[in-house]
């Protein structure tokens, strides 16, 4: 919690990986018939950290969407 709350979040598994991952789950669960709106949402909030240049944030970095 000090690194979030110090807006630090430049270290642990980068946001890019995460939405490569998560790209992933989607695709499969589309093909599958299945729905995941949770990590779609989850997904769509990576993507707002890309927007802001924190492609190797790490996945703490959700915060940083909120203090904008």
């Known amino acids: 919690w000090k690194t979030m709350d ?3 979040y430049n270290h642990g ?13 989607l695709e499969e669960a589309r093909a599958n018939g ?14 707002e950290v890309q927007k802001m240049g924190g492609n190797r944030y790490d996945t703490s970095s959700l915060l940083a ?4």
């Open 6 to 8: 110090a807006g630090e």
């Open 13 to 25: 598994f980068a946001v890019d990986w995460m939405r490569k991952d998560l790209a992933i789950c």
């Open 34 to 47: 299945a729905r995941l709106p949770v990590a779609a949402l989850v997904d769509q909030f990576y993507c």
């Open 65 to 68: 969407i909120l203090e904008r």
